[in-house]
């Protein structure tokens, strides 16, 4: 008896040391996936880097024109990147204020508008596959208040 108890305290003790090294495991992947989940992203944002650093360069050429074509090549290349990543921006125009998708910066009183609306776009916001990553800073437009309110 003593035997059979013996052997499965050392079956229990094994399987607490398996299951100890499963989740070390574990741990370590998740760990090194999350450092190295963005290593595609950051190669692709080096080649937009290495292009501003090339556009400066042509900066020192004191051609202006060629400076501002190679800054909107980048800037495109830079939008290009984050829609095949899924980052796209939100559209405002003629939009209803929404408070998850704008953030109010200031707001306009006008006689135009029966509930809130987006006026200015101050700063774009953007969402990554449909959910919020940042939200569009902007000027509201509110209906004037009546004189008897």
Known sequence: LQKNVDKLKEEVLRQLAEKDNLRKR????????????????????????????????????????????????????LQDLLFKKGVEPIEIKDKKFDPYLH?????????????????????????LKGRLLRPALVKVIVPRKKENE
């Open 26 to 77: 574990f741990e370590k992947e998740k760990e090194d996936f999350y450092q190295f989940a963005l290593s595609d992203l950051l190669k692709e944002l080096l080649g937009i880097l290495d292009n501003f650093e090339r556009a400066l360069q042509v900066s020192d050429d004191h051609n202006p024109a060629s400076f501002r074509q190679g800054v909107e090549m980048i800037y495109r290349q």
């Open 103 to 127: 953030q109010a910066f200031m707001t306009e009183e006008s006689d135009e508008v029966e509930e809130m609306q987006v006026g200015k776009e101050l700063q774009k916001g953007y969402t």
